[in-house]
């Protein structure tokens, strides 16, 4: 069985992040494999980031274990040892949302090893990652905003920690209201967007499902 674990890190369960992640789902699935897929929204969670409590990394029967306790802290072991996981979210000033930095930094710092004679990292298995983004900007805003460059620095600690590069899927110029004519909005033109929208996010869509196709048929390869 291939265990599938995907995490949305947006506030919202039904919108343009959420409906990436299911299609990845539905193309994982498609496939015809054994498979079995947990979909967690963050927001749903109470927890906090990394409290530099540093027990993950004392000597002793903590070491490689975040130990806090909340509402995360099963999900943390889920994803240590699932073959595939999935982050989802929306860019908030150039990066990933609050809540799936702190997640993020939770599941990544216990495995980070400071130990020189220590080969690679602590984590219990290597397993592929991917990162679906979804933002208000167009490809060429988010390019010349150095957004790679930000995104690049979490994933790198992903693959560092999880062993194989993260995947990265961007939809760009998303639509941001269900109705502009109830915000102050004005620097964007609507029928664009729509139309854009339209067009669009179909495309990206069909590309979130040919991932996940991708991801379980790299699996299905090894085994």
């Not at 496939?31 to 993950?56: E, P, R, V």
């Not at 930095?101 to 990544?108: A, Q």
């Not at 495309?203 to 379980?216: E, H, N, P, Y």
Request: with cysteine; hydrophobic share 35%.
């Amino acid at each position: 069985m291939i265990k599938v674990t995907v995490i949305n890190g947006s506030p919202r369960k039904k919108w343009n992040t959420a409906t990436m992640l299911k299609n990845f789902i539905e193309g994982a699935s498609s496939t015809g494999k054994d498979i079995k897929t947990n979909f967690f929204h963050l927001y749903d969670y109470k927890y906090q980031g990394c409290i530099s409590c540093f027990a993950c990394h004392r000597k002793g029967s903590t070491y490689g274990k975040c130990i806090v306790r909340d509402d995360i802290t099963d999900l943390l072991e889920m994803v240590s040892h699932a073959d595939i996981v999935v982050f989802g979210s929306p860019i908030y000033f150039h990066e990933i949302t609050a809540q799936l930095r702190g997640f993020l930094e939770r599941l990544i710092y216990q495995y980070l090893s400071f130990d020189a004679e220590h080969e690679g990292n602590l984590a219990p298995k290597s397993l592929q990652t991917a990162f679906i983004y979804t933002m208000n900007v167009t490809k060429d805003i988010m390019e010349k905003g150095n957004y790679p460059v930000i995104l690049n620095e979490i994933e790198r600690y992903v693959w560092n920690v999880f062993g194989q590069q993260p995947e990265r899927l961007c939809a760009y110029n998303t639509y941001q209201y269900t109705d502009y004519n109830k915000y102050v909005a004005t620097y964007w033109d609507e029928n664009e967007k729509s139309e854009y929208r339209r067009t669009q996010f179909p495309l990206d869509c069909k590309a979130a499902f040919d991932l996940g196709v991708t991801m379980i048929q790299r699996i299905a390869k090894i085994e």
